[in-house]
């Protein structure tokens, strides 16, 4: 789109003269015959710069309703390039314009090509800063989020996944990734991200349980300048900082009832306004979204919409928990290791075979995310250059007896005493299969799926059992 320039003067020839000139040069031109216009103008649409004449009906040479018409603008943007005109003999006061908001000045009569230098310097200028302002609230919001590229995905049922997010990444659709806390949704929004023709473009990721709804919309949409007490300067919006690239809604189920009309319009229009502006802005996003939550219960128990649900869900994606996929667990747990290893630079630590049971049977309730947490902490308990099964404490703590799931980890551990455990292989896995099938009460499907086992495997190694007792 070209850029739109507003001219203010309130001689007609000139601004017909002007308008002429810029647009023979590819700008488009709105123009205003008075400040009034002028703000009027500027309020209903987006300009990238004003040239506007310091002198109007009142008087010709004090400059006085053009000073108050800069302070007036600036109020409204604090960003945009302003160019002053004015006559001859009154220099000065264009100098002094420029100490109280404008950008640069032009005598008249002006000569073109000094003219277009100007607006074309101030366009790149305007550009240049709006970029800084993009890139450095993008690096605070890259400074809170710590995510690794590595993508780990043994199992099958990962790399069936990563495949179809992969061809999923070529299409603008939208995708919805579900699946239980910690399992690596953050991560996967990123890989379709990095995939996806918009890479070159910035991923915007927004933590909707953490946004408070009174800032909702000035996280989201942006606010002006003194649109509010705490609104000392222009504020751009997530969905200013994801245009062209993606937008990633995380914990989108905790989006506030009462915010979710507003995230409708935008995603259905890519339309949207500041807070205190009355200004439509457009973007260009595509979205990822990702819950843990089951969202047609939401909106069945009347917390979520359904128009907002079928918005975000065009395709959904379920990411399965850590405990269904136990072919990636310990290949995770060694890239942890590489991890902490590189950040720490110390050799990475192996680990040991019983150790490596402990994690294969343990359930995982937190995923992929308190994996990582229980070999950083194993690292560190970790007296020589293995972790044994003991440093990773997984049946030690409070915090895994907590949970149903933790209970399943506790009596697949058995038995407690490493020191006295010295069973066949076959023994302790006849052990943990046993175990499994009482803690699902018989349910061999659930059983074999929270081993990450086929039904078929499942069902041979029971047959197995049955034949040696
Ligand atoms: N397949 C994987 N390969 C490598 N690291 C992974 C993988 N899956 C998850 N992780 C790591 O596990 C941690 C948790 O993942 P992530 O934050 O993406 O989970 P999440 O599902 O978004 O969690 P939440 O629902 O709590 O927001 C991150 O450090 C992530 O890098």
Redesign the pocket.
């Known amino acids: 789109m070209s850029p739109q320039i507003l001219i203010t003067d309130d001689d007609n020839d000139i601004l017909s003269a002007l308008s002429l000139l810029l647009k023979s040069e590819g700008y488009s031109v709105n123009t205003a015959n008075s400040p009034e216009q002028a703000i009027e103008k500027f309020r209903a649409h987006n300009f990238d710069l004003i040239i506007l004449d310091l002198n109007y009906a009142r008087d010709t040479t004090s400059g006085e309703e053009g000073i108050q018409l800069i302070a007036a603008l600036r109020q409204l943007d604090e960003t945009i390039p302003i160019v002053v005109m004015t006559g001859w003999g009154t220099i000065e006061v264009a100098v002094s314009t420029m100490k109280n908001g404008a950008n640069d000045f032009i005598q008249k009569p002006w000569e073109n090509d000094r003219l277009l230098a100007i607006i074309a310097n101030q366009l790149k200028l305007a550009k240049s800063h709006r970029q800084f302002a993009k890139l450095s609230q993008e690096n605070q919001l890259l400074q809170a989020e710590?995510?690794?590229h590595?993508?780990?995905?043994e199992s099958s049922a990962?790399q069936q996944i990563i495949g179809t997010l992969k061809h999923l990444a070529q299409s603008d659709v939208s995708v919805l990734?579900t699946?239980?806390?910690?399992?690596?949704?953050?991560?996967?929004?990123r890989l379709i991200h990095d995939n996806s023709p918009r890479s070159k473009h910035s991923m915007v990721s927004v933590?909707m349980g953490a946004v408070t709804e009174s800032l909702f919309e000035s996280e989201m949409f942006g606010h002006v300048k003194g649109a509010f007490t705490d609104a000392k300067t222009t504020r751009i919006g997530r969905f200013e900082l994801a245009d062209e690239g993606t937008l990633f809604l995380?914990?989108i189920a905790n989006t506030p009832i009462s915010q979710q009309a507003k995230l409708l319009r935008v995603l259905e229009d890519r339309q949207f306004e500041k807070v205190g502006s009355s200004k439509t802005q457009h973007v260009d996003i595509r979205l990822i979204a990702?819950?843990?939550a089951d969202l047609q219960q939401a909106v069945n128990a009347g917390q979520f919409r359904k128009d907002l649900l079928y918005r975000v869900n065009t395709m959904t994606i379920e990411?399965p928990p850590l405990r269904q996929r136990s072919a990636?667990i310990l290949p995770?747990a060694n890239?942890?290791l590489t991890q902490i290893a590189n950040k720490h630079n110390k050799p990475q630590l192996t680990i040991a075979l019983d150790a490596r049971q402990a994690l294969q049977n343990y359930a995982w309730p937190g995923?992929?995310?308190e994996?990582?947490h229980v070999m950083e902490r194993a690292s560190i308990l970790c007296q020589t250059n293995e972790i044994g099964r003991n440093d990773l404490r997984l049946d030690i703590e409070g915090e895994f007896t907590a949970t149903p799931t933790a209970k399943l980890a506790s009596v697949s551990q058995q038995p407690q005493d490493t020191s006295a455990d010295l069973r066949s292989l076959n023994e302790i896995e006849k052990d943990i299969i046993i175990n499994r099938l009482d803690y699902y009460k018989g349910n061999a499907i659930e059983a074999a799926k929270s081993l990450g086992v086929s039904r078929s495997a499942f069902y041979r190694k029971l047959d197995k059992i049955k034949s040696e007792t």
């Open positions: 710590f995510y690794s590595n993508v780990i995905a990962m990734l699946g239980e806390n910690g399992t690596g949704k953050s991560l996967f929004a933590n995380d914990e990702a819950t843990n990411i990636d995770l890239n942890f995923n992929v995310r994996l990582g």
